[in-house]
């Protein structure tokens, strides 16, 4: 398994070939494993996805980061 960096840009290419690029926010206490859709801002846990999806390459920097993100749950992220 790919270990992933907390609060980090990934490129994920979907079954039909689109390309997303999704923040990796990490596991929850019940260890599911949340990301959030960039250009929607959804955030989202991986059993909650209905599609194929992978991990194509880690993104240096996007326009839209949130690095500022602030969650309130304490879910993950520092």
């Not at 596991?27 to 846990?45: G, I, K, P």
């Not at 949130?66 to 992220?77: E, I, K, M, Q, S």
Request: charged share 25%.
């Amino acid at each position: 398994m790919i270990a992933f960096d907390i609060n980090t840009i990934y490129s994920v290419e979907l079954c039909s070939g689109e390309l997303r690029q999704w923040k990796y926010l990490g596991q929850d206490s019940r260890r599911l494993v949340w990301w959030m859709d960039l250009e929607t801002r959804q955030e989202f846990n991986e059993s909650s996805l209905m599609y194929a999806w992978c991990v194509k390459e880690r993104v240096a920097s996007h326009p839209n980061s949130l690095d500022n993100h602030v969650d309130l749950t304490g879910r993950y992220g520092k």
